[in-house]
């Protein structure tokens, strides 16, 4: 389980508040359904539960008493959402119905537990969308995936890959997931937002049908799709070093920390000139002044340092003096004379260049491990040496998937829409290949 602290708290707040501007834009609704959900509504999609049975954290007593049926905690709200749908969905004027909840899910085994990464409870959005179509639910793909590209690269400053996932590693109970998988500095692919094209499978189950325009009755088509805490943890193991955090500006709880620079005989001159320079700054980004007295500055500079905080802005006498004030990167950890007059277009234009470069690192990063080999001993060695992702031609078959993860310790963590790099024959059982797929050791 994880505990947020304010600042860690923000960074989620952050991602949901971007989130959920542009799922409102798309005519997504918030909603809210129950945290238990009863085993027989659980048990009512059988592949879904397949998957899920494992990680159920299940509740047998209230208070002293013992339950007549067992409550699952949830571990996603397919089951429990649907139940009520079937009864809101009746006529093709009721859709497209396009469904959202920002909550907490318990999923209770893992091997490795990992904060962000991989924890027995996390918070995401459960998004749950209900069409009249085919086509309608397809065409919904672009924008939700659209939205979290634009989420991973505007504000946590981090590339992937776009893809779909192989039939065993696609979500249970769907027809098909996409998702934006990312690499780790350790070279370990990392599965990012997803989106998952569900078909008709949950409509037959849960008999949401509806009346057509002709008079007919059809089941309902629908998506589902999630953006979690995990691209927290993905973005501190990016852009982190030696020293600590490294937050994107458009992250950060605190853009901006002015440490004062001052001996008892001008203390009151400096913190007057810091001060200004705070209330100038404070209308366009987030800035804190640091005027703790019993801390000196080269231990506030760490403890800023430590926390990730994108500029640092230093000032003293000498700096007052010369109308400037020092700025010092996190990220690079650079240091820039700016003037006071004008400081805050100086310090917005500094910050909005660091959100830039950071993605363009962290690109180059994902550029460098991401390699292609059209041969298995290319593959295994390319993973054991350079890890990141391998390119390679697949057959398709779930056999050759298995043999080489069985072999190498990889998988397929999706297969890019980009298919162009297709030729030659499946690395491992040498027939034609229908796919070129990422393989990648991963959390």
């Not at 494992?54 to 047998?60: G, I, K, S």
């Not at 030696?242 to 001008?266: A, F, T």
């Not at 999706?414 to 797929?437: E, F, R, T, V, W």
Request: hydrophobic share 40%; net charge positive.
């Amino acid at each position: 389980m994880m505990v947020l602290r304010p600042d860690g708290y923000f960074l989620w707040e952050q991602v949901c508040r971007a989130t959920d501007e542009m799922f409102k834009e798309n005519g997504i609704d918030n909603t809210a359904f129950p945290l238990f959900i009863p085993e027989r509504l659980l048990q009512k999609e059988a592949k879904h539960i397949e998957h899920f049975k494992a990680e159920v954290a299940w509740v047998t007593h209230g208070g002293e008493s013992e339950l007549e049926e067992r409550l699952a905690v949830r571990p996603t709200s397919e089951t429990i959402m649907y139940e009520s749908v079937a009864k809101w969905v009746r006529s093709w004027r009721d859709l497209p119905m396009k469904l959202n909840q920002w909550n907490n899910v318990v999923r209770w085994e893992f091997k490795h537990p990992t904060p962000f990464l991989r924890t027995r409870e996390f918070y995401w959005n459960e998004g749950h969308s209900i069409y009249a179509t085919e086509e309608e639910t397809i065409k919904e793909r672009e924008i939700i995936l659209g939205i979290y590209s634009k989420i991973l690269r505007e504000l946590l400053a981090l590339p992937y890959i776009l893809g779909r996932k192989t039939e065993q590693e696609k979500f249970a109970g769907g027809v098909a997931t996409y998702s934006l998988e990312m690499i780790m500095p350790d070279g370990k692919a990392v599965q990012g937002p997803d989106w998952h094209f569900d078909g008709q499978n949950f409509a037959k189950v849960f008999d949401i049908m509806f009346l057509n325009k002709d008079g007919s009755k059809a089941y309902a088509w629908q998506s589902t799709y999630a953006i979690t805490t995990r691209v927290i943890g993905i973005m501190i193991a990016v852009h982190g070093d030696d020293r600590g955090l490294v937050i994107p500006p458009m992250m950060s709880r605190i853009q901006v920390v002015i440490v004062p620079i001052y001996r008892n005989e001008n203390k009151g001159e400096v913190l007057e000139a810091a001060g200004k320079i705070m209330d100038s700054l404070a209308k366009r980004v987030r800035v804190r002044l640091d005027d703790r007295d019993e801390y000196s500055p080269g231990w506030k500079f760490n403890e800023w340092e430590l926390k990730g905080v994108p500029l640092r802005l230093e000032l003293g006498a000498r700096e007052i003096a010369a109308g400037k004030v020092i700025a010092v990167r996190r990220d690079t950890g650079e240091k820039a004379e700016l003037a006071m007059g004008g400081v805050e277009k100086q310090v917005q234009r500094l910050l909005k260049r660091m959100q830039k470069e950071m993605y363009k690192r962290a690109a180059k990063a994902l550029k460098a491990m991401t390699s292609s080999a059209y041969t298995y001993a290319a593959v295994k060695k390319l993973l054991e040496d350079k890890k990141g992702f391998v390119l390679a031609p697949w057959c398709g078959s779930d056999e050759c998937e298995n043999k080489v993860g069985e072999e190498t310790g990889a998988k397929i963590t999706n297969i890019p829409l980009d298919q162009s790099k297709l030729k030659g024959n499946c690395i491992y059982c040498g027939k034609p290949a229908k796919h070129m797929a990422n393989f990648a050791r991963s959390y």
